[in-house]
């Protein structure tokens, strides 16, 4: 097991605020709502404030094909939050997005224009593409090392994106093909409430997403070339990152401790088997899950070890970084030429 250095590209909140240069991404996914300001620093950038909430933004999305009142309530205030925290800085940039939920509720244009009334926000839906490539920004210092090929995945609330990485030293990396499947903690969690908790309900779960991940897998041949070797699977997920802190058995999740960390086949399956075997009063008291993330867990595991099963590659970079670092990348990186206007509000007097 190894543990990477200070994140590449990401240092920890200063005690100083400097406003003037600051970038802002905010990312309304399907079970989270987060929010990461930071100043660019060198070829990254230093974190200057971060916020995270459990929304549940997708909670019965799928039986009602609509965001919920009490869903886009709790985003909503979640949003509000997000905004007040911004209202007084300076920004060069801003970007605001949604994800799946808004991507497949019939309402979620309607939502997303209540979100601009109320708060301010300009958010934007985005393609599955543009999730995957914002995912790929994020990780591409992680995936280091001789490998030729990376298979990416994350694990998110509505659904769970693949990208199939070309590595080359002299280049960033290039995306060969993406998928996103409608395949997420909470939709699964929602579709197959307390299966996973059985061993036979888990496997059954496993088998199933396998078969939907198969039609990726007869398009680029990665289980071919896992098997020719040179191959790095990355994740990044609150699944993945879950997994980690057990593996590394940490009494308290420690993101500095996490992100970057390679954790081989056997130990990944290893830090799998524990949790399954935790149950829910045991979730509850780990540090790396808690109340909150108990009936999400194991439903990620599942696709988890689904996506092991039909790639098995000797390693797992684990990744605690994701589409708000994408952003802030690109946007420091552009210098907010392609931003400006976009998820800002009017100043209040």
Partial sequence: MLHGEALPGIEPAPQARRLADAFAALDLGTNNCRLLVGVPTGGGFRVLDSFSRIVRLGEGLHRTGELSEAAMARALAALHTCAGRLQHRN????????????????????????????TGLRIE??????????????????????????LLFDIGGGSTELAWVRLDAARPPALIGYASLPLGVVTLAEHCAGQAFSPAGFDALVEDIADRFAPFEA??????????????????????????????????????????TVLTREEARAALERLCAMGRAGLEQSPCVGPERVEFVLPGC???????????????????????????????RGGARAMRGNGCWPRRP
């Fill in 91 to 118: 920004l060069r940039g801003l970007r605001a997005i949604a994800t799946e939920a808004c991507r497949q509720a019939a309402n979620g244009a309607e939502f997303l224009c209540r979100v601009r009334a109320e």
């Fill in 125 to 150: 839906v985005i393609s599955a593409r543009e999730e995957a490539e914002l995912a790929l920004e994020s990780c591409a210092q992680l995936l280091i090392g001789d490998a030729r090929r990376a």
């Fill in 219 to 260: 398009v680029h041949c990665i289980g071919r070339e896992i098997r020719q070797g040179g191959v790095l699977l990355l994740g990044t997920s609150g699944t993945v990152t879950t997994l980690a802190g057990i593996a590394l058995n940490l009494i308290r999740y420690s993101r500095a401790l996490v992100d970057g």
């Fill in 302 to 332: 599942a696709i988890f070890a689904a996506i092991v099963r039909l790639w098995p590659a000797p390693k797992l970079v684990v990744a605690d970084r994701g589409l708000r670092e994408g952003m802030l990348l690109r946007m420091i």
